[in-house]
């Protein structure tokens, strides 16, 4: 199993590295690296829950905590992505208090 995440997670960072040398800073360049960002941050959730499945207590809990935060970047990454390639814009800075 180790052996299939390390290919995925190879191929998704060469997949990245194509994207952005052909594709550039285009909507369809963005598109593509946040749908690679956002399936890399799905792996890596997997691998924290696989990982804390195997630990006892505390590495468990670690681990679960882990999986929890990649998994909330990804989803954030959708929302971010949904401001950059659907409407265009760049994310708004919520935690600017002007």
């Keep these: ?30 598109l593509l690296g946040n749908i690679l960002q956002i399936i890399a941050s799905f792996v890596a959730t997997y691998a924290c829950f696989e990982a804390s499945r195997r630990s006892a207590r505390l590495g468990q809990a670690f681990w679960i905590l882990v999986g929890v935060g990649i998994s909330v970047w990804g989803l954030a ?15 708004p800075d919520v935690s600017d208090p002007d």
């Design 1 to 30: 199993m180790p052996r299939k995440i390390t290919i995925l997670a190879l191929a998704i960072v060469g997949l990245h590295i194509v994207g952005a040398t052909i594709l550039g800073k285009s909507a369809s360049g963005a």
């Design 77 to 91: 990454n959708i929302g971010w992505t949904y401001y950059e390639v659907a409407l265009g814009i760049e994310p």
